[in-house]
């Protein structure tokens, strides 16, 4: 019989990209991380040889471990773990089954160095609609879960992100941004190595929205309106990430899970 504390691939992948998805804690040794330094989605690294001295960190949290296969390391910080009051699961197979199962996997060529408190620093223009909310929709739910954003007045994005060591994206000039037909979402999902169908789907609509090429797909239209509502109803643009951020989650739910679903109320007409 199974352990209950087991979490196979199959199942985190069901919770990868979500705004409630488990920490996930990567305890593979340095050798192996050298051999393979991609990653889970949002996976922060951690040593096995210290986790009595962090675990408590984690207490009351969802928290998914994963070693090279698995076994001994995976399983020991998550008993820890859970001795310290966190809802602690082992990755069935560790990293190598989920990379075998051909499950989404973070380049980390580009993921920009991180600050004291682990997090990722990143700056755009102000007053986001499409693409500058999508890009930290995707950070955050597949790359950094703390990453911390800052809107400026379009003329100072270059001279912020070299005084406070941010990376700046979706302005021009700059590695984050568009490229040809694509736009920065389009890149990111491309440069971080994210390879999921549903991402794929919802950069369909994210460019059509963002670049006015509607035809791209149906819904671009319905997100562009969306988007453009909010940022009528809030003026301060972290208010407006906030409330974007619900709306991707939306969307990534409907391109993976309801994309063949119609609404068909009334069922039938009279004749």
């Not at 990868?16 to 804690?25: F, K, M, S, T, V």
């Not at 390391?73 to 966190?86: K, N």
């Not at 390879?195 to 997100?223: F, I, M």
């Not at 562009?224 to 709306?247: F, I, N, P, V």
């Amino acid at each position: 019989m199974p352990s209950p504390d087991i979490i196979t691939p199959s199942q985190l992948a069901r919770r990868i990209g979500l705004p409630d998805a488990p920490i996930l804690l990567d305890v593979r040794t340095p050798e192996d991380f050298d051999a393979d330094p991609r990653a889970l989605p949002c996976a922060i690294r951690a040593s096995h040889t210290d986790v009595a001295t962090w675990a408590e960190a984690w207490r009351g949290r969802d928290v998914v471990v994963s070693c090279q296969k698995g076994l001994k390391l995976s399983q020991g910080v998550a008993a820890w773990l859970r001795h310290h009051g966190a809802r602690a699961e082992n990755l069935e197979g560790g990293f190598l089954a989920w990379a075998e199962a051909g499950l989404p996997l973070v380049t980390p060529t580009h993921v920009p160095p991180r600050d004291a408190q682990g997090r990722t620093l990143w700056v755009t223009r102000a007053r986001p609609k499409v693409d500058r909310i999508a890009c930290p929709w995707l950070i955050r739910r597949f790359v950094d879960p703390q990453a911390v954003f800052l809107f400026v007045a379009p003329a100072e994005v270059g001279a912020v992100a070299e005084r406070f060591g941010a990376t700046p994206f979706d302005i021009e000039g700059v590695f984050w941004s568009h490229r040809g037909p694509l736009c920065t979402f389009d890149v990111m999902i491309q440069e971080f190595g994210l390879k999921l169908p549903a991402l794929d789907h919802l950069a369909l609509l994210v460019r059509g929205a963002d670049t006015a090429d509607l035809s791209l797909a149906p819904e671009a239209a319905g997100l562009l309106a969306a988007s453009l509502g909010l940022s009528r109803m809030h003026r301060e643009d972290l208010a407006q990430l906030d409330a974007g951020l619900t709306l991707y989650d939306a969307f990534f739910r409907w391109c993976r899970d309801a994309a063949q679903e119609t609404h068909n109320w009334p069922a039938g007409r009279p004749a």
